[in-house]
């Protein structure tokens, strides 16, 4: 049986690693268009110089050779899921007998003028290197001007970040652009966003809550109420998007992502599994997250799933934990600090460690 992955992030990894776990016999193939695995929550850390790529990447060639993989380093552009087969650019053509899609998600400009040609990003380890870049080549002896565009869990670390980063540049002034009442507006209580804030306009962050950016020109950027803020570099860290990929496949879908069942298959087929940030799961008004947690928790149970239907075993149903409707997470809040939201509530005291402790050891897995 050939089982076919593309995407190796944090769903694709745990479905190729589980599946060797539970059979020594599948012939595993890997693919994606990176040679190495990102943990993306480190991103921001890479802007103060607190982690190396090397640290927060992995060589998915070295994992796939470990597990007995096999691993294919190119873009897939085409499935043909009557033919079984995956199209990458280089137009070689793979042939799955089970197929998981796990291809995460894009950064989103929502079309406005000017923002992805003059902003930079954190999303991917290559942006967030070119935007070190910038700021490390930026000449501070004039006022600076940085604008963060979007308070969510990406934009309050990257403030934090960018806070430790010109600690010993006065002339530099960090804003952090909303387009919501509050920072953290994900998160359903406001607790942690007043928490947030507070810690960052400390830190002297100037926070624009209620601000829409409209257009993004040379020097300046223009809000929709006619106001504007000079910068200097912008960073974007505003909106994810489905991948463009998604938008050849004829599959189900809800707004653009990637409709599963309750095991996990893709909408009405049953030999292709979608994982991570792709996959649409809402059981009984329940939407799983888009974070690392779910994206495990259903590389986990899509690999345990496909073993069971070679084995012609019933399907274990999938109940997202870290949702929507309930999120948890690990926020950094530069200075080494950070606080830990769960169940509504907020706990501080070891939060950054104990969210380096699981980068870690999440990371030993490429040592
Ligand atoms: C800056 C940043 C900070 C974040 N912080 C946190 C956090 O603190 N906590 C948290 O829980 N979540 C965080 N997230 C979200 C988290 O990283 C994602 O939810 C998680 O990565 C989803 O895993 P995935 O496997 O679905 O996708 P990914 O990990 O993004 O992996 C997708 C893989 O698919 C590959 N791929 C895409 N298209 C193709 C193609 N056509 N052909 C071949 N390969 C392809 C990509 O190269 C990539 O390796 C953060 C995200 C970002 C961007």
């Known amino acids: 049986m050939k089982v076919v992955i593309i995407g190796c992030g944090f769903g694709g990894v745990e479905v190729a690693g589980e599946l060797r776990k539970r059979s020594k016999e599948l012939d595993i193939t890997m693919i994606d268009r990176r040679t190495r695995l990102e943990y993306q929550a480190a991103h921001p850390e890479i802007l103060s110089g607190k982690v190396t790529a090397e640290e927060i990447s992995g060589d998915l060639n070295e994992f796939a050779s470990r597990i007995n993989a096999k691993f294919i380093n190119e873009a897939v552009v085409n499935i043909d899921f009557e033919a079984k087969t995956v199209k990458t650019k280089e137009e070689r053509e793979i042939a799955y007998d089970f197929l998981v899609i796990s291809i995460g998600a894009e950064q989103t400009f929502f079309g406005i003028p000017g923002a992805e040609e003059r902003s930079y990003s954190v999303n991917t380890l290559k942006g967030a290197i070119e935007t070190k870049t910038a700021l490390d ?5 004039k006022k600076t001007s940085i604008a963060v565009i979007g308070a969510g869990l990406t934009g309050v670390e990257v403030a934090g970040e960018l806070v430790d980063y010109l600690r010993d540049r006065a002339s530099a002034k960090i804003y952090l652009v909303e387009l919501m009442p509050r920072v953290l507006p994900a998160f359903p209580t406001e607790n942690v966003s007043n928490y947030a804030e507070k810690f960052i306009s400390d830190s002297s962050v100037e926070i624009l809550t209620d601000t829409a950016v409209q257009e993004v020109n040379e020097h300046e950027i223009t809000f929709t109420d006619g106001t504007e803020l000079p910068y200097d570099i ?24 990637l409709k599963v069942d309750s095991y996990l298959r893709v909408d009405g087929m049953k030999s292709v599994f979608a994982v991570g940030d792709t996959a649409y799961s809402e059981n009984e008004g329940v939407r799983s997250g888009q974070n690392v947690e779910e994206a495990e928790r259903q590389g986990k149970l899509a690999a ?12 274990e149903r999938y109940r997202a934990k870290n949702t929507i409707q309930n999120p948890r997470a690990f926020i950094s809040l530069g200075n080494d600090k950070a606080v830990m939201y769960f169940g509504g509530m907020m706990f501080k005291v070891f939060a950054y460690r104990v969210k380096k402790f699981v980068e870690r050891r999440y990371m030993k897995r490429f040592r």
Request: net charge positive; proline share 5%.
């Open 234 to 257: 912008i960073i974007w860290t505003a909106g994810i998007k489905p991948n463009g990929l998604l938008e050849k496949l004829e599959l189900p879908k809800e707004r653009g992502w």
């Open 137 to 141: 080549k930026h000449d501070y002896s």
């Open 304 to 315: 345990k799933n496909i073993i069971r239907t070679i084995e012609g075993k019933k399907l």
